[in-house]
């Protein structure tokens, strides 16, 4: 599927690409400012019209220009320009900037990009004369003549998730209603995100007796497809937003806190995850962690000896690694993979919902015993992996702040569920009051009658009894109880080598590492 470009279509900034973006603008004479971004990115979405804007005002500087890329699109590449979240300014060529004659760049502080008039007096004073006209004859945040939007200035860095991946019910809808009536599944455009109210009838698809319930067994069985695809695309595009960027020959690699929290992270899904086939597949990725976990003595003075899990390595096992019937090329491109949602937010939503619930419905102690603590994995694997700084760090606050209960004793094993449902409708509601917009929060009444009493006030055991049949099947299922004309017959390709991948995967890492040789002698 073609990339949904923030600023495909702009006329005052330029999409890049990693093939020519060291001829373009890091062997450049002129000054470029260029924003990292990821199309799904809420805050992303909510910055591009102020980067814009920016960018506008300036383009009668021909020693000025403005560019962007796709970090969706582009990840290994972001990734080895050390941008960890998203969106991240970096300036170019700007004399008075540290790192701006660097192919990294120098960064911009984030609260200061997105202040148009002030990104204007900062470029003047850091090129030295050259950037900016005034701010002043040209539309600002505060100009009374210019229609107001709650996705701008201050407001931009506190609105937590992009809409269209907020709510799970409702982002669904459009685009597989356009399937059934036999369109291509294309995903929303991000730049226009919507999140219209949750249904008012039960249906989540179809309507009368084609109807599936939310809380229906078929609509369960799409969620583990999309929770699937969340994943692989989580594996590829986040594990190495915190990494130690190889420079000079040495690989990129994660290491230490980060990768325990990757190994938690994949532990608790082969722990937990609803399908048989899954937990076999996430098990090869555990022990790949694990044997990066455990290289001791290496050679950190010789490149490609440096202890940790090498991205190169992880990358081209994550080529041929299917999850379940889910291909691996949903890890590079997941919009046609996708069966209820259009978004990678709504498929880590959904994904988590999938495994609070399903580690819920563990017997009592089994994860206690294992020292797992659903909710703290959640939270790390957020805080780690997860590229949109705005949300990650509204979803710090919410925990931190022990929200919701967290930090009351009560029903252990159904808190992390109840949490996350609590922390969703947090978001949606966030993001409807940001946006002027009034929405049902969920399960809505036509999907749930019992989920809320007379008084309005929710029933949580009601709510997980929803929960449980909205995101958890009766059984525990293999590949052969799958419907695989609802995955496609790609998602068969690549089952086959995952152990072959593995053991490449050990191989070369035991190689590198000079561990091979020690088991050897």
């Given at each position: ?65 403005f ?12 990734g ?22 660097t ?7 984030r ?11 900062w470029m003047?004073?850091q ?19 210019r ?42 455009s991000p ?13 989540l ?23 699937e ?31 325990a929290?990757?190994l ?29 976990s ?43 993979h ?38 703290a994995i959640?939270?790390?694997?957020v ?18 702040s ?15 569920a ?6 969703h ?59 695989q ?19 490449a ?5 035991m ?11």
């Open positions: 599927a073609d990339a949904e470009g923030l600023f495909l279509h702009s006329p005052h900034v330029v999409e890049l690409e990693p093939s020519r973006f060291n001829q373009v603008v890091f062997l450049d004479t002129r000054a470029w400012m260029v924003v990292y971004y990821s199309e799904w990115c809420g805050h992303c979405v909510r910055y591009a019209p102020v980067f814009e804007r920016i960018a506008a005002a300036h383009e009668s500087h021909a020693e000025l220009k560019g962007a890329i796709n970090c969706a699109q582009y990840g290994e590449f972001c080895s320009r050390s941008v960890h979240a998203f969106p991240t300014v970096r300036a170019y060529h700007f004399p008075g900037l540290k790192g701006s004659f192919e990294d760049g120098g960064e911009v502080p609260n200061l990009a997105r202040q148009e008039e002030a990104i204007s007096d003047l004073t090129r030295g004369g050259v950037a900016a006209t005034s701010a002043s004859s040209e539309p600002t945040l505060n100009d009374p003549g229609p107001a939007s709650a996705a701008e200035g201050e407001n931009a860095s506190s609105v937590t998730e992009v809409a269209a991946g907020s709510a799970l019910e409702s982002i669904a809808l459009p685009m597989v209603a356009a399937a059934a009536a036999g369109s291509s599944l294309q995903p929303q730049k226009s995100p919507k999140s219209p109210s949750p249904s008012q009838s039960p249906c698809l179809g309507a009368g007796e084609s109807c599936i319930l939310a809380n229906s067994q078929q609509a369960a069985a799409l969620r583990l497809v999309d929770a695809v969340a994943i692989l695309y989580s594996l590829r595009q986040g594990t190495f937003l915190s990494a130690d960027v190889g420079k000079e020959g040495r690989p990129t690699v994660i290491q230490g806190e980060a990768l929290d990757l938690a992270w994949l532990t608790l899904l082969q722990t937990v995850f609803p399908s048989r086939r899954a937990r076999e597949h996430l098990g090869v990725l555990v022990k790949i962690a694990k044997s990066a455990d290289t001791k003595g290496s050679n950190k003075s010789t490149p490609g000896d440096a202890p940790g899990l090498e991205q190169g390595m992880w990358l081209r096992t994550l080529d041929d690694f299917a999850l379940d019937l889910v291909p691996a090329q949903a890890g590079k491109d997941p919009a046609p996708w069966r209820l949602c259009a978004l990678y937010p709504c498929g880590l939503w959904t994904l988590f919902h999938v495994v609070s619930v399903a580690a819920a419905e563990m017997p009592r102690d089994f994860l206690g015993a294992r020292q797992m603590d659903v909710l959640i939270e790390r694997f805080e780690r992996f997860f590229g949109c700084d705005g949300c990650r760090r509204h979803f710090a606050e919410m925990y931190s022990c929200l919701f209960n967290r930090c009351v004793k009560g029903s252990e094993d159904r808190k992390a109840l949490w996350l449902w609590h922390a409708n947090a978001v949606t509601s966030r993001i409807a009051e940001e946006e002027g917009r009034v929405v049902d929060l969920w399960p809505a009444k036509a999907q749930c009658q019992d989920c809320s009493g007379i008084d309005e006030q929710w029933q949580e055991e009601k709510v997980y009894d929803y929960l449980r049949q909205s995101y958890s099947l009766q059984k525990d299922i293999g590949t052969d109880e799958r419907e004309d609802s995955l496609g017959e790609d998602g068969l390709v690549g089952g086959a080598v995952i152990a072959f991948a593995a053991l995967y050990l191989a070369r890492h190689i590198c590492t000079g561990s091979f040789r020690s088991k050897v002698r």
